[in-house]
C-alpha cells in the first residue's frame, strides 16, 4: 500500500508541523489542548497504519520496510535513512500511543498550556527519529533533539526542586551522549576507509565493522554502551531517573520512562549487538551481571521507598534490568523477549506513573506513610492502582508476565542456575508493590490529610487508563499479536553472534 | 458424533462471562438480585453442568482413547513452543467434579451468608467468579506454563477474597502475607518450568512430556532438581511446612471463601500439581521421599497446632494444613515405592481419594462453622456452647463432618485415610524411614478426632457460656442450611466410590490398574490389623475429647497447670515461632537490606555524582579566570585545539 509513499516521513512531519501549530495557539490553551490531541491522534492512526501494512512473511519479513533513502550530506556520508524492522515498529507504535494517551491526560494542564503541548508534540518527533533512523548522523540528531523538550518539561512544570532534578538530567545524559557521539565519530572515521567511501548508515558500516581493530572496536562499543546504559538507566549511573521523575510532570514522566528509556535498550540492540557481535559475546557476562544488578538492586530501593513515585521510578531501573539481562543471553528468545520486555514496560509504566500522578492530584501527596484506607473513597483509581501493580510484578494474564517468564527462561537456558538471583526479584517486586497498596489504599482510612473532598478519577484520566490496560490485558493474554511481529526481525540482529 | 469434552473450553469461559458482567457493568443493573449473586450462580451452575457431563463422559470411557486433547499455539520463539489447550483424563474428570460442584454449593450459601455485606456483595460475586474460572481452568490446562498462569490467577483471587473487607487492617495484612508467602513457592514453581522447559526440548505439553519422559532420562539429577522445584509451588499453594503459616492468617477472609478456596479447591492445587506431574516424579525418587517428609512432618505439626486454639476457623485452617500434608505423604509414599518396586500401589489413588473426600467434608465444617459464626457473630468458641438447641441442622451436620474427618467406617474420611496409612506402612519395607512417618500418620490421626470434637462439643454441646451470644443465634436460612445438607450426604458416602471402581478410573496408566470387586476391597481393609490402629486411634481420640469437653471428668486446664506446660501451650498459639520468624526475615532482614540499599543510593552513588559536579563548578571558576577578553589569546586556543585535533586524526584514523 505504501511502497513508493514517504510513510515513514510523514510520521515524523505530523507531529513536527503539530507542535509548530500548537506552540503558535499561544495563549489559546483550548485550541492548543484540542490541536495537540488532533496531530497525535493523527500520528497514532499513521504509526497503526503502518503495523498493519508491517509484512511479516519472510523474506520481507526479515528486512527493513518502508525503506526511505536520501542523499543529504553526500561529501560527509550523511544520508536521511529511515526504516523500520519489527524491533522498531513496535517501538514506534509504542512511542505514537503513550504521547497521544500522555497528551489526553494532560486535559486539566492549565499553565503555558500550548508550549507544554507543543513540547510533547516535539519529543514524540525525536522519539520517533530515534526508532526510525538508519543513518547514525540522523539517529544522533533525534537523540538530542528528545532531550530538550523534555528538560523543559522537568524545569517549568515540575515539582519544587525541579531546577536541581532538569538540569542533573541534562547534563548527565548529555555527558552520556557525548560519549556516544565519539563513538559514533570514531566508528565513522575508521569504517569509512574500509568501505571506501564515506558513510553514516548503519547497515553499511556494520557490514565492515568486523574488520576494524580489536582495541578500537573495544573502545568504541565502551563509549557507544556507556552512552546506552546510562539512558536504560543501569546501575551505577541511574541516580537522575529517580530525581528526574520525582519533580517530572506526570505526562513526563510517562513518556521518560515509557520511551526515553526504551532508546538506551533499543540503541544496544540496534547498535552495540548488531555492528559489534564478537565484542558483545566477549562482554556477555559482564553485560548480564549489570543487568542482574540492575534488577535485584532496583527491586531492594523500591523497597525502601516512601514515595509512590520514587518507588515506581526505581521499579524502571529493575524491569529494564530485565530487558538488558534478555539481551545478554544472545539467544532468540531471550532478545525477542527483551523487546517484548521493552513494550511491555513502556504500557505499564505509563499506568503506574498515571496512578501516581492521580494520587498526588487528587490525595495531594504520594507519601505512603501519609495514604491509607483509600479504596472505598476512590475505588476506580485503586482497581487502576492495583492493576497496574498486578501488572508491573509480572502477573500471568497481563503483559509484563510475558516478557519476564521469557527473559527467565532465555537465562537459565544460557546461564543455567545462575537465574535463580534474578528470579528472587520476583519476590521482591510482589512485596513492595503488596506492601505499598496495603499502607495506601487498604485498612483504616488515614486521619493525616484531609480525605473529605478527594474526588476519583475524571473522564480524561478513566480513557487513557483503560485503553492502556485493554492493551496490558489484550497482549498477556495473546502475546502473540507482539511477538510474531518481533521474531522474524531477531535473526538480523543475532546474525553475527552465532 | 459430538462429545461433551468438545465443549470444555467452554467451562472457565461461563465463570469468566460472569465476572465481567458482573465486575464491570455497574451497580445499577445487579442491585434487585443480590448484586449479582444470582447471575453468578447460574453462570456457575451452568459450568457445574458442563463439568460434570465431561467428566461422565471421560470417567465412563465415553470419549474414545480415554484423554481428551485439545491445543492451540500461544507465542512461537525459534526453539521454545508456547501452547495453550485442555487435557481431560481421569484426574482432570474428578478435580472437574470437586471444583464445580462445591464452587456452586458455596456460591448458592452466599447468598444467605453475605446478604448483609449491600453494594460490596457485587465485589464479592465478581472475584468468586474469576475465582471459579481460574480454578476450573487450572484444572483443564494442557501445559505447565498455562497451568502456572491459572496457578498465578487463583492466586490473585485468594488475595482479593481474603482482603475482602480490605478496611480491617487485619484482613489487609493477612492477604499480602498469603501472596508474599505463596510467591516464595511459585518462584520454585518456575523455577521448575524452566528446568523442564530446557530439559523437554522447548515443550511443555502434558502430552508430549507423558510421552517422551522415558527418551529424556539419564542425567538424573537435574530432572530431580526439576521435579524437586515444582513441588516447590506446591508447598506454598497448599500450604506444607515451612510455608503454611499464611493459610490461618487467611481465615481473615469470609468463611465462604474459606471454604471453597483454601479449605476445597484452591489448597488443592498443589497436590493436583504433584498428581498431575507424576509421571516425571515417580522418575525421581528423591523427590518423592522429600514429598512423603513434608506432607508427614505437614500433617502432625498442622495437627498439633489445632490442639488448642479457641478460634473455630482457625482450628480448620490446621487442620486443612494437616489434612493436605496427609494427601502429600501418599503421593510421595506411592511415588517411592513404585520406583523401588515398579508394583501397583495405593499410594496415588489414597492421596487423590483423600483430595475429593476432604474437599466435601472440610467443605462442609467450614460452611457449618460459618452458619455457627453468622449466628453468633464470633469465631471465638470459649464464647459458645450449647448452640446445638438453636442449631439443630448445622449441629447435627457438622456432627457428620467431624466423624468423617475422625476416620469412623463407614464415613469418607475413613477409607482414604486408611488407604494412606496403610501404604505408608507397606513403603516401611523398603526404607525404615517410613515406618516413622506411619507412627506420625497415625498420632496425626488422634490428634484429628480429638480436636474435631474438642471443637464440636465447644460449640454445640454443654450449656452456654455467654448468654448474649446464645440468646442472639438462630438457625441459618433454608438456602445456607440445603447447601450444608447435600455436603453432609457427600462427606458421608463419597468413600463409597471406592466400590464402583474409583481405584482403576484414577490410576494412571503405568500403575496397570486392575479391578477388585467391593467384596474384595472390604476383605483387605478389615483383615488388616493396621485398619484397626487407626480406627483405635481415632475412637481414643474422640473419647479424650468427651472427657475433657463434654463429661469434664479431665479438666482441660491440666494443660497450663505448670509453667514448663504453659510454654508449650503457648508455643502452639504463636505457631511454633513461624510467625515471628516470617515477620523477623521480612521486616529486619529483606527491609534492612531495602534501607542499607537506600542509604548507599543516596550518599554514595548519588554522593559521587554530585561530587563530579561540585569539582567541575570548581574548576570551571578557576578555568573562567583564562577568560580574558583579549581576542588573541583566544585564537592562539583554537589554533592549539585544532592542531590537536588533527594530530588525533593523523593518529588513528588517517581520514580526510
Known sequence: ?498 | MMYWSELAWLIPIIPLISFVVVGFLGNKAFKRIENGGYFAILMAAVACFLSLMVAFEILTGGYPGGTFIQSMNWMTVPGFTFNMGIYIDTLTALMLIVVSFISTLVVIYSVGYMHEEGEKKRRYYAEISLFICAMLGLVLSSNFLQMFIFWEIVGLCSYLLIGFWNTKPSAASAAKKAFLVTRIGDIMFMLGLFIFFVWFQGNLDFSYIFNNVDAFLGGNDLLTLGTFFIFGGAIGKSAQFPLHDWLPDAMEGPTTVSALIHAATMVKAGVYLVARTYPVMVETPNTMLIIAIIGGITALMAATMALNNPNIKRVLAYSTISQLGYMFLALGTGGYLFFHTQETNAGFMSGMFHLMNHAFFKALLFLSAGAVIHAVHTEDMRLMGGLSKKLKITSLVMLIGCISIAGIPPLSGFWSKDEILAVVFETGAENPLFYVLYIMGILTAFMTAFYMFRLWYMTFAGEPRDHHVYDHAHESPKVMWVPLAILAALAFGSGFALFFGFSEAIQPTMFHPHAETWTQILEIVFTDVLTYLSIIAAVLGIFLAYLMYRKRSINPDVFVATPARRKIYGLLLARYGFTAAYDWIGLKVVYGVAKAVDWFDRKVIDGIVNGFAIVTIKVGNIVRRGQTGFVQSYAALVVAGVSIIVILLFLFGGVI
Not at chain 1, 190 to 214: K, N, R, Y
Not at chain 1, 424 to 447: K, P
Request: proline residues 4%.
Open chain 1, 1 to 498: 500500500m505504501f511502497e513508493n509513499f514517504p510513510i515513514l516521513s510523514l510520521l515524523l512531519i505530523v507531529p513536527l508541523i503539530g507542535s509548530m501549530m500548537t506552540f503558535a495557539a499561544g495563549k489559546h490553551a483550548k485550541a492548543a489542548r484540542y490541536l495537540a490531541l488532533v496531530f497525535s491522534g493523527i500520528t497514532l492512526v499513521i504509526a497503526t497504519l503502518i503495523i498493519m501494512n508491517f509484512s511479516l512473511s519472510a523474506p520481507l519479513g526479515t528486512e527493513f520496510q518502508f525503506d526511505e533513502a536520501y542523499d543529504w550530506v553526500p561529501m560527509l556520508g550523511i544520508s536521511y535513512h529511515l526504516g523500520v524492522d519489527g524491533i522498531s515498529m513496535l517501538m514506534v507504535f509504542l512511542s505514537a500511543l503513550l504521547v497521544f494517551l500522555a497528551i489526553l491526560f494532560s486535559w486539566d494542564v492549565e499553565e503555558r498550556t500550548s508550549s507544554y503541548m507543543g513540547l510533547m508534540l516535539l519529543l514524540d518527533v525525536g522519539v520517533l527519529g530515534v526508532f526510525t533512523a538508519l543513518d547514525y548522523f540522523l539517529f544522533y540528531i533525534f537523540w538530542e533533539v528528545v532531550l530538550i523538550p523534555m528538560y523543559f518539561l522537568i524545569a517549568i512544570w515540575g515539582g519544587p526542586s525541579r531546577a536541581y532534578a532538569s538540569i542533573k538530567f541534562f547534563i548527565y545524559t548529555h555527558v552520556a551522549s557525548l560519549f556516544m557521539l565519539l563513538g559514533i565519530f570514531a566508528l565513522y572515521f575508521t569504517a569509512s576507509p574500509l568501505l571506501g567511501a564515506p558513510s553514516f548508515d548503519m547497515i553499511e558500516i556494520a557490514s565492515v565493522s568486523g574488520d576494524i581493530g580489536h582495541a578500537l572496536q573495544l573502545i568504541i562499543y565502551a563509549a557507544l554502551f556507556f552512552g546506552f546504559i546510562v539512558k536504560m538507566p543501569m546501575v551505577p549511573f541511574h541516580t537522575w531517573l529517580p530525581d528526574a521523575h520525582v519533580q517530572a510532570p506526570t505526562a513526563g514522566s510517562v513518556l521518560l520512562a515509557g520511551l526515553l528509556l526504551k532508546m538506551g535498550s533499543y540503541g544496544i540492540i540496534r547498535i552495540c549487538v548488531f555492528t559489534f557481535p564478537d565484542i558483545t559475546v566477549e562482554a556477555q557476562v559482564l553485560i548480564a551481571i549489570i543487568g542482574v544488578l540492575s534488577i535485584v538492586y532496583g527491586a531492594f530501593a523500591c523497597l525502601a521507598q516512601t514515595d509512590l513515585k520514587k518507588m515506581v521510578a526505581y521499579s524502571s531501573i529493575s524491569h529494564m534490568g530485565i530487558v538488558l539481562l534478555g539481551i545478554a543471553t544472545l539467544t532468540d528468545l531471550g532478545m525477542a523477549a527483551a523487546v517484548f520486555q521493552m513494550f511491555a514496560h513502556g504500557l505499564i509504566t505509563a499506568v503506574l506513573f498515571m496512578t501516581c500522578g492521580m494520587f498526588q492530584h487528587k490525595a495531594g501527596t504520594r507519601e505512603i506513610p501519609l495514604l491509607g484506607g483509600l479504596a472505598p473513597k476512590v475505588p476506580v483509581l485503586s482497581t487502576v492502582m492495583m492493576i497496574g501493580f498486578m501488572a508491573s510484578l509480572g502477573l500471568p494474564g497481563l503483559v509484563g508476565f510475558v516478557a519476564e517468564f521469557s527473559v527467565f527462561t532465555a537465562t537459565y537456558d544460557f546461564f543455567d542456575l545462575w537465574v535463580i538471583v534474578p528470579i528472587a526479584s520476583v519476590a521482591l517486586t510482589a512485596a513492595y508493590y503488596i506492601w505499598a497498596m496495603q499502607r495506601s489504599i487498604f485498612g483504616s482510612l488515614t486521619t493525616k490529610i484531609d480525605t473529605e473532598h478527594i474526588h476519583d478519577a475524571y473522564w480524561f484520566e478513566t480513557v487513557p487508563l483503560a485503553v492502556l490496560i485493554g492493551l496490558i490485558a489484550l497482549f498477556g493474554i495473546y502475546p502473540r499479536l507482539v511477538m510474531d511481529i518481533i521474531v522474524p526481525s531477531i535473526p538480523r540482529i543475532l546474525t553475527g553472534v552465532i
